[in-house]
């Protein structure tokens, strides 16, 4: 077992840090807080902000309330399923020369032998990229179940409501 493995992952780390702070600020001025600050405004503009008026107007202005729920459940699609995976896919990419090895394994494979007579075979001589693609995927396994569950939720905790005067239909179909 290497053990010097664990020496360069950790000296990566630096460096791997100082990519995601500049991931922050493509222009490269020293600005990556910037990056922190857009997702701030998003989650408070966008689904905070409209959450709250979604529950403020639940039961006296139906449409205000379904509006803002949609408004505010797809800005929170529009991260989980679109920014996040790809913004992982490009900080990946762009530090692959900090990540790759230290930190993310770039191969996988099996030595034998040892010295001038040693022999590697590759089982994965692109687990770099992978490891990279499999994480989006799960990540996008966990947001679908998460997904539905939380329209269950929804739908439990807020059942559709009848507008004053109007009646439950028999069941039964068309008349």
């Not at 493995?5 to 630096?14: D, I, M, S, V, Y």
């Not at 679908?144 to 028999?170: D, H, M, N, S």
Request: hydrophobic share 50%; glycine share 12%; net charge neutral.
């Amino acid at each position: 077992m290497r053990l010097d493995w664990f020496g360069e992952f950790f000296g990566a780390l630096p460096d791997a840090a100082r990519g995601l702070y500049q991931f922050g600020d493509p222009s490269g001025l020293g600005r990556g807080w910037w990056g922190l600050v857009i997702l701030l405004i998003w989650g408070v503009l966008l689904i905070a902000l409209p959450l709250v008026i979604a529950k403020r107007t639940y039961g006296t202005h139906e449409w205000v309330s379904a509006t803002m729920g949609v408004v505010a459940g797809l800005s929170i699609f529009w991260w989980v399923y679109g920014i996040l995976p790809s913004a992982w896919i490009y900080y990946l990419d762009s530090n692959k020369e900090v990540l790759a090895g230290p930190i993310i394994p770039a191969t996988a494979g099996l030595t034998f032998g040892s010295g001038e007579g040693a022999y590697r075979l590759d089982i994965a001589s692109n687990l770099y990229d992978v490891i990279r693609d499999t994480v989006v995927v799960v990540e996008h396994l966990v947001a679908f179940v998460i997904t539905f569950w939380a329209a269950l939720k929804i739908q439990q905790k807020y059942p559709r409501t009848l507008a004053a005067g109007e009646v439950k239909p028999e069941a039964g179909g068309y008349k």
